[in-house]
């Protein structure tokens, strides 16, 4: 996994002191990495006179802007190919270096434009903003953002991308961004899946690790999960039955489908035993084949699932987790909705075997059942990791999955809250039934005896790569992911 900061300008200054770095070499650096990309995508493009277009702020983004303008400037490419470079700077640069890069670039011959009009870019480099935006977008940034998402041309932000740090829903959508020193966890916001692209880490003159390694003792805001994170519960012995992979108990409530997808799900992901617990009690529970049905809680059980479609059946489920907070369970659903939540949670202190797996609507719910007051769907998204760590602070014995475009995975740690962050999914997982696929895996790896992090981290990262399998994004259902499960 990759470190993930909230702000990087300590990181910035700590390492210009302990490493003996300028501003300048560092700005020559994020230049260099910006002209590696462009560069990159000229070269398996065909126009003839290629153009790159470079948009430059007043700060030190534009900065960066100007040094890759003068670094362009007059590049031929191997095939004969001369790049066109022109810059486009709605207000002249602020900061000191900024001031020097243009004059630099201006001697070197690069050309200004003053209307964005029939530029007809190849490339459009964003150094506008950047990551030290705090607050809401003046009009004229907004104005601005919107017109270059408008033009057609391969996009490439510096940093972050404008707008992005606001709070707004005006922002750059890049192709690929080019983040400088260490991550910074805007990239990987909601918005972050539709502006940031791919993201290119550079160093700025030395390594990334010694970057992070800050004098000031800057600590990671999250951390970025890795495909190789991923712990599948493959069988390392020979000499087992079916009882060594666990027995997972699915409570069933009134949406029966939830409960067939959970349980179908857990059994896909390694569980030797799975149980559908039916409620109704009158038999009527249709369940497939390699599933168990029963109308009480088998006295073998390793881990529970609860909460997918229970509807009316919730008591009975809380009433059974609190008399028997020892066996892990994963909650989900009605049962964030129930105003027995606080009290399954308390009855479950200390034993750290319980996750609890809500969409943002659900959280805002758990938010205000808890005593955590009353919010709105929009403030939890504007707020998922702060939200996140304050839940695990007074729950510290709650694995959380905030589920979302970026899953956000919080638990405590070592005396304090810590974030995982999954980037991995693919839209064609906001379909019905997806979240209680979700869910059938936790209760599996539950069952199988993985801890409640391991299991929250390893389930979300199968869920999110599953879907990278899935050929059409649009026509995906939660059996199909299921079974682009087994193919992990």
């Known amino acids: 996994m990759q470190k ?17 770095i300028t501003e300048e070499v560092m700005m020559e650096n994020a230049a260099s990495a910006l002209e590696k990309e462009v560069l990159e995508f000229l070269a398996g493009c065909s126009t003839p006179k290629p153009v790159v277009l470079i948009v430059t702020g007043t700060g030190n983004n534009g900065g960066d802007g100007y040094a890759l303008a003068r670094r362009l400037c007059g590049k031929t490419l191997s095939d004969g190919r001369k790049i066109n470079v022109c810059i486009f700077a709605p207000k002249p640069p602020k900061t000191e270096i900024a001031v020097f890069q243009k004059e630099t670039a201006v001697k070197t ?134 009882g060594t992979f666990g027995h997972l108990a699915v409570w069933g409530g009134e949406k029966r489908g939830a409960t067939v997808i959970a349980s179908k799900a857990a059994f896909a992901f390694g569980t030797g035993l799975v149980t559908v617990v039916d409620n109704a009690n009158n038999g009527s529970f249709t369940v497939p084949e390699d599933i168990l049905c029963s109308n009480t809680v088998p006295s073998n059980i390793s881990a529970v699932a609860a909460g997918m479609g229970l509807g009316a059946f919730c008591d009975t489920a809380v009433s059974y987790l609190c008399a028997n907070p020892k066996v892990p369970c994963v909650i989900d659903a009605d049962l964030c909705h129930s105003v027995k939540l606080p009290e399954l949670l308390f009855a479950r202190k200390n034993l750290a075997n319980t996750v609890l797996t809500p969409h943002p609507k659900e959280f805002a719910d758990v938010l205000e059942i808890c005593g955590f007051g009353k919010y709105v769907v929009e403030q939890v998204q504007q707020n998922r990791i702060g939200l996140a760590k304050k839940f695990c602070d007074k729950y510290p014995d709650v694995v959380l999955i905030l589920k979302g475009a970026v899953p956000v995975i919080a638990a405590f740690k070592d ?65 199909e992911l299921i079974e682009c499960v087994k193919k992990l």
């Not at 510096?158 to 080019?178: H, M, N, W, Y």
């Not at 020193?181 to 502006?195: I, P, V, W």
């Not at 906001?430 to 981290?457: E, F, H, I, R, W």
């Open 109 to 242: 011959g690069v050309s200004f434009v003053n209307t964005l009009e029939n530029t007809n870019p190849d490339v459009l480099v964003d150094c506008f903003l950047g990551s030290g935006l705090s607050g809401k977008l003046t009009q004229d940034a907004e104005n601005l953002i919107k017109r270059l998402n408008e033009i057609k041309a391969f996009k490439i932000a510096c940093d972050v991308p404008s707008g992005l740090s606001a709070e707004s829903d005006t922002f750059f959508i890049a192709d690929k961004t080019v983040t400088m020193g260490a991550l910074k966890t805007q990239l990987f916001c909601e918005n972050g899946k539709d502006s940031a692209g791919t993201v290119v880490c550079a160093d700025l003159g030395i390594s990334r690790d010694c970057f992070e390694l800050s004098d000031s003792a800057v600590q990671p805001e999250a951390y970025l999960l890795e495909k190789a994170d991923l712990l599948l519960p493959h069988r390392e012995k020979n000499n087992v039955n079916k």
């Open 415 to 479: 005396g304090a809250p810590v974030v995982y962050l999954n980037p991995w999914g693919r839209p064609c997982l906001a379909k019905g039934g997806s979240g209680d696929v979700l869910s059938g895996l936790v209760g599996a790896l539950l069952a199988q005896g993985y801890d409640a992090l391991k299991a929250a981290q390893s389930a979300s990262l199968a869920h999110a790569l599953a879907s990278c399998k899935v050929e059409c994004d649009y026509a995906m259902t939660p059996f």
């Open 4 to 20: 993930v900061f909230a702000d990087t300008r300590t990181l910035d200054a700590d390492a210009r002191k302990k490493y003996s």
